[in-house]
């Protein structure tokens, strides 16, 4: 109870401070500016003035902690990452010639790759199949809650589950976890799923796809939405099946949509780190380049080094983001 007391003084002074800088920025800039009713040889200068003022007293507090949370982190984790592990001495890019010739970094990279490939793929595929599918069904509405639900779940969360899933008790005991329980039904004997080489690494990707097909879902599901329904009749009518009318006329007319899911989801599994921290910890080969940052910057206290894996990603985000970014643009001017 003092928790949620807490929380809620902290929105109510939050909003009370937000009303707050609007009434008095904007009382300022009308008493040194004047107002609109206001009359004279400079009240038209003068509203002009307000005009381009007005909109970055808006903008000022999302711009502020933006540079605060945002750039300044940005150039100083680039400054660490030309530094030593004490951040005293300039070491030039030592820290990326290290991380290239290190094979756990080495290791982070190939498992990062094989996240690329798989999850965005199957969650995006899974999410789009279920949006047609659950149009078809009475009770599609249900089916959708039921896939979105893993999106209101942290990944923390989603990860305490899924170790239930796969908990491995010795051969002989009684075992809680699910995927054991199966087996063992089955007359099989029991696995330890997370320390299997390669095969583990793809049981922590079931964890987020299962909570990213929903978003792919909900997305794609509005965009199925908006085919003209002209076109599907007329494919009906010279004789396309079901899946003729999926593949040549769904899917090209949403593939827009496809790849902006398809990339922000990549976005997601390039900064990967709550799963892989929560079930391995980077155990058994399952390390990944946020875990691997995590660890030298917060473990061995080696700043340069972690800065460095953390520019990695950074860049490795970037791109995709820049795209996102245009394509999203280039939709908005063609509307």
Do not use: C
Not at 273 to 285: C, S, V
């Amino acid at each position: 109870m003092q928790q949620i007391l807490g929380a809620a003084v902290a929105v109510a002074v939050a909003l009370l401070a937000a009303v707050a800088y609007f009434w008095v920025s904007n009382w300022l800039l009308d008493k040194t500016f004047g107002t609109a009713a206001d009359t004279g040889t400079g009240s038209a200068r003068n509203d002009a003035i307000r005009g381009h003022i007005r909109p970055w007293l808006f903008m000022f507090p999302a711009l502020l902690f933006l540079s605060i949370y945002l750039v300044y982190p940005v150039i100083e984790t680039v400054r660490l990452s030309l530094l030593d592990n004490a951040s005293v001495g300039f070491v030039g890019l030592d820290n990326y010639i290290w991380a290239i010739g290190d094979d756990g970094f080495q290791r982070s990279v190939f498992n990062n790759i094989m996240w690329l490939i798989i999850v965005p793929s199957l969650s995006t595929g899974f999410g789009l199949v279920i949006a047609v599918l659950a149009d078809r069904l009475w009770w599609g509405q249900i089916a959708k809650s039921l896939v979105f639900m893993p999106m209101a779940i942290s990944f923390v969360g989603a990860s305490v589950i899924w170790k239930f899933v796969y908990d491995f008790r010795s051969e002989g005991s009684e075992q809680i976890g699910a995927l054991n329980a199966i087996v063992t039904g089955l007359g099989l004997p029991p696995q330890a799923w997370i320390t299997l080489p390669v095969w583990n690494s793809i049981f922590l990707m079931v964890i987020l796809i299962w909570i990213q097909t929903g978003f792919a879902m909900v997305i794609l599901s509005a965009a199925l939405r908006g085919i003209p329904e002209e076109t599907l009749e007329a494919a009906r009518i010279d004789g396309a099946n079901d899946v003729r009318i999926f593949f040549d006329i769904m899917i090209p007319q949403i593939w827009g949509t496809i790849v902006v899911v398809w990339t922000t989801i990549t976005i997601v599994v390039l900064k990967v780190f709550d799963i892989i921290f929560a079930m391995t910890n980077g155990q058994w080969d399952t390390e990944v380049l946020a875990n691997l940052m995590f660890k030298w910057m917060f473990v061995n206290f080696d700043y340069g080094r972690g800065s460095a894996i953390a520019v990695v990603i950074m860049l490795s985000v970037l791109p995709i983001m820049i795209w996102n970014i245009r394509r999203a643009n280039a939709e908005e001017g063609t509307r």
